[in-house]
């Protein structure tokens, strides 16, 4: 059986791909996601507002004790230096494409355009295959405009463009009035490949201890209907790679993603659950199926069930949106 | 090349590069040669040869120095740098070294030893105290002489083969920064010859060519032996001569040995060492220009003393000499430079070199840094003008005991017009320091000044006060004392302006910078009468500047060192104001630029607001305060708080006459309370009806500032209204009320109590029982409800619960208001030994954070209860406290022993009933020791009616018949390195000592040094690459003796495992050991989350809980008890939360990664060793093999 995917110029042995997670916190974790099958490693993203807050707080905690005591006019030694510079993250990274066969692709969320270009020329040096943006971006100010966030993700885009030669993914949220328009803005912008979509982590409330939880909630299948949806309207309207995201948690998944029209799928929360490890089991899984459907390659699957380029996309996508809201209130709105 | 360098770093800066192996042990105020050695080597730096140095950290001094000699005779170049006891400490190896003609440098700062008290900072009692040992002695007076005869210490040892000490003043020139110039590598090179060095190589040991070396000699040629040396001294004169003018050659500064300066036919002359040359040739100068025909004679060879060069330097018109030298000898004839400038004289005058034999007579000045001033100078000079000078005298202090000082006028100014002099009053967490090390270097680097400044830090660790003294000039500045006149004053923090000595360091004309809070207008109405008064009288301009809100603003915290220091060149006009802001700017982007955009932008912000916010102040003609200065003591102080404790507090201390002191260095305990420091404008703030009076914020509270009572109802009469009180939770007490009273004036506002607190009030999260709350709205009123928790009655320790938490927080610390560190980690272990046993303890403490914050001047914390009992305290030395508290431990048994058998022997006298009782009384609960408290109570009235020399001598042992608890304290310093034997020896005495071992895995009182307690994995001085080697398990190795009870405690991680342990360890009739782990701040991580931070140490298994107790071995039980769980919490999420760990993630991930995982390893094997002995059956351990008593 024939996986070989390619994603934004990069050839990956099959489509399936993991994405930022606390497995690629250490070499050993992307050790064994590469062992475990996957077709190509998304790093845990590199948060340029984090590094500034340690960076902070270190001359904080360094000058704070420093020079108020005559026998210890300090406590660090001088190379005690946490200069902003992801030097963790490159070296790293660094090492993880030294000792793995698949390309692995850094992750970036930036706050100043100095972070975004420094740190991803720094990726690419380091040796990443591509750089995905991670353009976690929620406006808390209600004053912004949506146009404002959408040239946003534009800037960045075009900035890192400009700043590196590696290919360069941007990874989306859904929340724009048109998701479509905003993800053909970026293809023209230079985007190699289009992640759909980005989940925000939105915190849970405790009301028993009236405190704010930091909560992590793994996405569940039922989250990959919005992502299908997006890919299925915009195979093969775009020039840069389609990437799922969220909700694989069986093979079936991602077959219904390639259907769809993704050239590559990622998943954080079935590895996470089940272990770097099942990234075998949902390729076996997806070869079977194919076996079984007489498909010999997954360039045959891609896009079978996406909207046709020269459909009538409004009609399209009523239809079944319309459909699918009446199967799902049958009985409470019959009148509807 | 230019370059501003203090002493320490002019010295390591040479000595670096004529190394290839540095021995070295932290003391201060040498540590910083060696930390930089570290730092350079572990950067990669090199020597001249090409090598990089090894720099080596040793366990002690007396390990360093052995190291050297070691390094020396395989024939390796080496070093060390030290001070004071550590300089003691190497004597043994110093004799041999000299003995066996080795060729080796020692860098000393010169220090006060340790005889009445301790003192760290700088004379040459130290120094004076290796004058035999046979190393030439070398001393530099300035930076400039600190950086010059290093090299011609390094280039003369190998040329003569006789080893130097190359020594400068402590602090003075230690820790001054000076613009000086630096000697380029072709300098040093040239003075440095690679043939001897390779002569110095080729005398090492060698199996190639073997020799033995190191022999016993007997009566036979001992003698003989001793002798062969001679010649080499002989001729290191001449050769230190020849480096220093191989030196003169290259780079124009010349030396002699001797140096004079003054009229060519001076009659009087002051003959000196070290910086207090500088001041005297300053001096001489301004008497000399003034007719008086006086001069100076600097000496810089001490060892071998160069007779015949001193001699020839004063001119034959000299008729009186005063010497003076930088220690004291008790009972000496004179003190060692005195003398030998006597005989040089008294021989050269006999030979016929010197027509006349000059009188002589000599002084000591300036003993533990104390100034020595162009006033003092010129007072000596004054005696020798008297018709019969004092042949001994002092200078610098008014001695009215044994009337040995000189008078001096203290205002003499004789410095240049063109030189800048400005002072600027601090606190050490606002940066003021730091921010003016960087104006020197703007000064001295960019606008090529010669700049000098001089730093003043008090000897407390949180709230401390900071002293700068900058002086800046054209040419360069020979003004080592502080500046007594300043142009400019910075008064950094408003509640400093004070204190006197912020405007009597204002000259007339003054310009005042305040840092202050209220708006312009309202400037002039905050300050009190007396500095009103002084501001009007001195003609001050007077600036000021919001600098604390400008600095929150910026983003910048409580740092207000850019605000200020923007100020300082806006209105000083050192500098051109605009040139001045961009130099700052460009500083702050050097200073920064490597640490993140975020930090810089922050800064410039800084600097851009300042500017509009700086205000001068209009200075009314007249006082309009009516506010006196507050007072610093309470009037019912006892009278020596009253007259010499507050003299010190409010910086006066140098004013108190010798007899104002006491002659064997014992003071009066519990003075802490009387010095109400306000440090924190945060505080705990208690809330009555949320509390569920668990105890857990009094258990944790580092300082002692959060007491409770519980008492009866009709004790409220006469509350103050805001007195807080609620019902006592708890059975047996119906209608008993119950106060939490926080100490807010010396409370640090560290918010460790607020973490203990498990109380969340349901309606407002994250509000607790207790909380911070703003000091100053509740500060009159909680002083009131002071006094009136005061004098609510103590709780009857006989009805306290010592076995919880809860109960000990009604037992009355007897260590409270220390200075240690806000949020101190180790203080709560010594809180509640005072609470436990305070009233029976005797404390041994090695020197270290808890010696200082335990007994350093002016006030101290260790106090006493009600009935005047409390905690015995003394410090003999970091390196032998357990051998200390071992002495301690047999004098009370002997004492002990004695009075049991003139107990016995006035059995009839006394009453047989009352004997057998003191006798056979147990004493373990704390009503038996109540009990036995009144029989010896009993028996001492008894005892009044007897007479005769039993009674006598039962009468001075009595306090013996109480149970002694005999504590050893000490940090890990102390316990893992440098008392690692003694603590060892002790705790296999099987005598019942006591050993509380606070462990913060690094040397905390000298900043951060790695010690055997360090983590694997950790960044700490000399382990900057991260430490390789796992930690000692001291806790195991003292399990191997078998009747040592040993306990590793956390009390942020469970404070009920902590007390079981101490109070386990304390009935033990046997050693004790306790490993207690303490937060610190040279961990790296805010102090408020120390307990979070101890809590992850154990959840990790970094830190397991166990405790072996011998008696539970004896009952037939398995000793071994893990009072932990398994961990739950990798090792790596642990660390994150600390720089010292996070600091190699950073640096070196690969390798923190590497260290991390061996450390998880260690961790993990050592749990399963911990696991098994606690699941092994009794027999599998030994039994106790002492005889019980």
């Known amino acids: 059986m024939d996986l070989s995917t390619n994603y934004m110029g990069l050839a990956l042995r099959n489509p399936l791909v993991a994405s930022p997670s606390p497995l690629s916190y250490t070499l050993d974790g992307i050790k064994r996601l590469a062992d475990g099958g996957v077709g190509a490693i998304v790093m845990f993203s590199l948060f340029e507002e984090q590094l500034r807050a340690e960076a902070a707080r270190t001359i904080r905690l360094v000058e704070e004790t420093a020079e108020s005591f005559p026998e210890a006019l300090d406590y660090f030694p001088d190379v005690v230096e946490e200069d902003g510079s992801p030097r963790n993250y490159l070296d790293l990274l660094e090492r993880a494409v030294a000792a793995v066969d698949v390309p692995v692709i850094a992750s970036l969320n930036g706050v100043t355009p100095e972070g975004w270009t420094d740190n991803a020329r720094a990726m690419q040096d380091a040796g990443a295959a591509a750089i995905e943006l991670n353009i976690y971006y929620l406006p808390g100010d209600p004053e912004v405009s949506g146009r404002e966030v959408e040239q946003r993700h534009v800037d960045v885009l075009e900035h890192v463009r400009s700043a590196v030669s590696v290919p360069v993914a941007v990874k989306l949220g859904p929340y724009f009035s048109s998701p479509g328009e905003v993800a053909l803005r970026l293809d023209e912008g230079g985007a190699d490949a289009l992640v759909l979509f980005n989940r925000f982590l939105q915190p849970d409330i405790d009301h028993e201890q009236l405190r704010v939880l930091p909560s992590v909630n793994l996405s569940s299948p039922a989250d990959a209907r919005l992502a299908r949806t997006w890919i299925a309207l915009l195979r093969g309207r775009t020039r840069a790679s389609l990437a799922a995201t969220s909700g694989v948690e069986v093979y079936a998944d991602l077959a219904r993603y390639l259907l769809a029209g993704a050239d590559v799928v990622m998943t954080t929360s079935a590895l996470l659950r089940h272990g770097p490890g099942y990234a075998a089991e949902l390729l076996d899984g997806l070869t079977v199926w194919m076996a079984r459907k007489g498909f010999q390659s997954v360039d045959e699957v891609r896009g079978m069930l996406s909207v046709p380029a020269d459909a009538d996309e409004a009609a399209y996508e009523r239809a079944g949106y319309v459909t699918a809201m009446r199967a799902a209130n049958a009985g409470a709105y019959d009148a509807w | 090349m230019r370059a501003t360098v203090d002493g320490n770093e002019a010295t390591a800066a040479v000595a670096h590069r004529c190394s290839e192996v540095c021995c070295i042990f932290p003391i201060t105020p040498s540590s910083p040669m060696a930390e930089l050695a570290d730092e350079w080597s572990s950067k990669g730096r090199t020597n001249l040869w090409g090598t990089v140095p090894a720099v080596v950290e040793m366990q002690s001094e007396a390990g360093a120095a052995g190291a050297l000699h070691g390094a020396l005779q395989g024939g390796a170049l080496a070093t060390t740098f030290t001070a004071s006891q550590g300089l003691l400490l190497m004597i043994p190896n110093m004799y041999k070294i000299a003995g066996e003609l080795t060729s080796a440098v020692i860098h000393v700062a010169a220090r006060s030893l340790a005889a009445q008290a301790l003192s760290i900072f700088g004379d040459h009692s130290d120094v004076m105290a290796v004058r035999q040992t046979g190393f030439a002695l070398l001393c530099a007076a300035s930076v400039q002489e600190a950086h010059d005869l290093a090299l011609v210490a390094h280039a003369a040892t190998l040329q003569t083969r006789v080893p130097f000490l190359h020594f400068f003043d402590g602090f003075r020139t230690s820790h001054e920064l000076q613009t000086i110039e630096m000697l380029e590598d072709e300098d040093v090179r040239a003075l440095i010859s690679d043939e001897l060095v390779l002569a110095h190589r080729a005398r090492g040991l060698s199996p190639e060519r073997p020799f033995i070396r190191g022999t016993a000699q007997n009566p036979d040629i001992y003698f003989q032996a001793r002798e062969t040396v001679n010649p080499f001294y002989a001729r ?130 300036g003993l533990s840094s104390k100034e020595f001033t162009p006033g003092m100078v010129a007072g000596v000079f004054e005696e020798l003008a008297r018709e019969r000078p004092k042949p001994r005298f002092t200078v610098g202090i008014n001695d009215d005991v044994s009337h040995l000082s000189l008078p001096y006028d203290a205002s003499l100014d004789i410095e240049p017009e063109e030189t800048v002099r400005a002072v600027f009053f601090g606190l050490g967490s606002d940066g003021t320091v730091g921010a003016n090390k960087n104006t020197i270097k703007i000064l001295g680097d960019a606008a090529n000044l010669h700049a000098q400044g001089y730093f003043v830090y008090d000897s407390k660790k949180s709230g401390s006060q900071t002293v700068s003294h900058l002086r800046f000039g054209p040419t360069s500045v020979c003004a080592p004392y502080l500046v007594s006149t300043a142009s400019f004053v910075g008064c950094h923090q408003f509640a400093l302006i004070e204190r006197s000595e912020v405007l009597d360091r204002a000259a007339q004309g003054a310009t005042l910078l305040l840092n202050c809070s209220e708006e312009p207008d309202q400037v002039w109405d905050a300050l009190s009468r007396p500095v009103q008064e002084k501001i009007l009288a001195k003609d001050i301009k007077l600036y000021a500047i919001d600098a604390g809100r400008i600095a929150r603003e910026a983003g910048l915290g409580r740092r207000t060192n850019t605000v200020l220091q923007t100020c300082f060149f806006a209105i000083s006009g050192v500098l051109e104001r605009d040139r001045a802001i961009e130099a700052i700017k460009a500083s702050i982007k050097k200073t920064y630029g490597k640490r993140g955009a975020e930090v810089v932008e922050r800064n410039i912000e800084a600097v ?27 009037a019912d102080a006892p009278e020596f708080v009253r007259t010499v404790t507050a003299a010190m507090m409010a910086g006066h201390g140098d004013q108190l006459p010798v007899s104002a002191l006491p002659v064997d260095g014992t003071y009066p305990s519990g003075t802490t309370k009387y010095e109400k420091r306000r440090i924190s404008d945060f505080v705990a703030v208690w809330d009555s009806e949320l509390c569920i009076q668990c105890g857990n914020c009094s258990f944790v509270c580092p300082h002692s500032v959060i007491r409770s009572r519980y008492y009866g109802p009709d004790r409220l009469e006469g ?70 928790f005061e004098q609510l009655p103590s709780n009857d320790r006989t009805r306290v619960d010592f076995g919880t938490v809860r109960g000990t927080q009604f037992l009355d610390p007897l260590f409270e208001f220390s200075g240690a560190c806000a949020g101190c980690g180790e203080t709560p272990y010594l809180k509640l030994l005072s609470q436990l046993f305070g009233d029976r303890l005797t404390v041994a403490n090695a020197t270290g954070c808890s010696s200082i914050y335990g007994g350093n001047q002016p006030t101290t914390p260790w106090t006493v209860n009600a009935d005047g009992h409390g905690p015995a305290w003394s410090n003999s030395l970091f390196e032998d406290n357990a051998e200390f508290g071992l002495g301690l431990r047999l004098a009370a048994d002997r004492h002990t022993e004695l009075a049991r058998r003139r107990l016995q022997e006035l059995r009839d006298d006394v009453g047989a009933e009352l004997v057998d009782d003191i006798l056979s009384a147990p004493q373990v609960r704390e009503s038996e020791l109540r009990a036995q408290r009144e029989r ?107 009747d040592v009870y040993v306990a590793r405690v956390a009390f942020g991680a469970d404070p009920q495992q902590t007390l079981r342990a101490v109070r386990e360890a304390e009935a033990y009739e046997g050693p004790s050991l306790i490993i207690a782990y303490s937060h610190c701040v040279a961990h790296g991580y805010d102090m408020r989350e120390g307990l979070s931070q101890q809590y992850a140490a154990v959840a990790s298994g970094h830190w397991p809980l166990i405790r072996y107790d011998p008696v539970v071995r004896a009952a037939g039980e398995n000793p071994f008890l893990l009072d932990s769980s398994r961990p739950r919490m990798s090792l790596a999420n642990y660390r994150k939360g600390e720089l010292r760990f996070r600091a190699l993630a950073a640096a070196e991930p690969t390798e923190a990664e590497r260290l991390v995982g061996l450390a998880q390893q260690v961790v993990e094997q050592r749990w399963r060793v911990y696991e098994d002995m606690a699941t092994r059956g009794a027999g599998e351990f030994p039994s106790n093999p002492r005889r019980p008593s």
């Open chain 2, 236 to 365: 290191v004169p001449e050769a230190v001569q020849g480096a220093m003018d191989a030196l003169g050659e290259r780079t124009g500064r010349h030396y002699q040995l001797v140096e004079y300066s003054g009229h060519p036919e001076a009659e009087r002359v002051v003959v000196v060492m070290g910086s207090g040359a500088e001041t005297a040739r300053t001096t001489v100068a301004f008497l000399q220009a003034r007719g008086e025909r006086v001069g100076v004679a600097q000496v810089r060879l001490y060892r071998p003393f160069p007779a015949r060069e001193l001699a020839a330097a004063l001119p034959q018109s000299v008729r009186r000499v005063a010497v003076l030298d930088r220690t004291k000898e008790p009972g000496s004839h004179g003190e060692p430079l005195f003398l030998d400038v006597l005989a040089a004289l008294n021989e050269a005058h006999g030979a016929g070199e010197r027509e006349a034999m000059p009188m002589v007579i000599g002084g000591r000045y």
């Open chain 2, 936 to 1042: 010896v109570a009993a028996l001492a009235s008894r005892l009044d009616e007897l007479d005769g020399p039993a009674v006598e001598d039962l009468r001075s042992v009595l306090d013996h018949l109480i149970r002694r608890s005999v504590w050893i304290v000490g940090g890990d310093g102390w316990a893992y390195d440098i008392g690692s034997g003694g603590l060892d020896h002790v705790l296999a005495s099987g005598k019942n000592i006591n050993v509380l071992v606070m462990d913060t895995e690094v040397y905390s009182n000298t900043g951060g040094q790695m010690s055997k307690a360090t983590p694997l994995g950790a960044v700490a001085k000399f382990a900057a690459a991260g430490k390789t080697v796992p930690t000692k398990d001291l806790a195991l190795q003292a399990i191997a003796y078998a």
């Open chain 2, 608 to 634: 851009d607001r300042s500017l509009a916010a700086l205000h001068q102040i209009d200075v009314p003609d007249q006082v309009s305060s009516r506010r006196e200065a507050p007072e610093l003591v309470p």
């Open chain 2, 719 to 788: 509350a103050p209204d805001d007195f807080r009180s609620a019902p006592l939770e708890g059975a047996g007490l119906p209608d008993a009320r119950f106060t939490l009273q926080v100490y807010v004036e010396d409370c640090t506002g560290c918010g460790l109590c607020v973490e203990a607190c498990p109380v969340t009030a349901a309606n407002e999260p994250g509000r607790k029982a207790i909380n911070l709350g703003d000091l100053q709205p509740v500060l009159a009123s909680e002083r009131e409800n002071i006094a009136f």
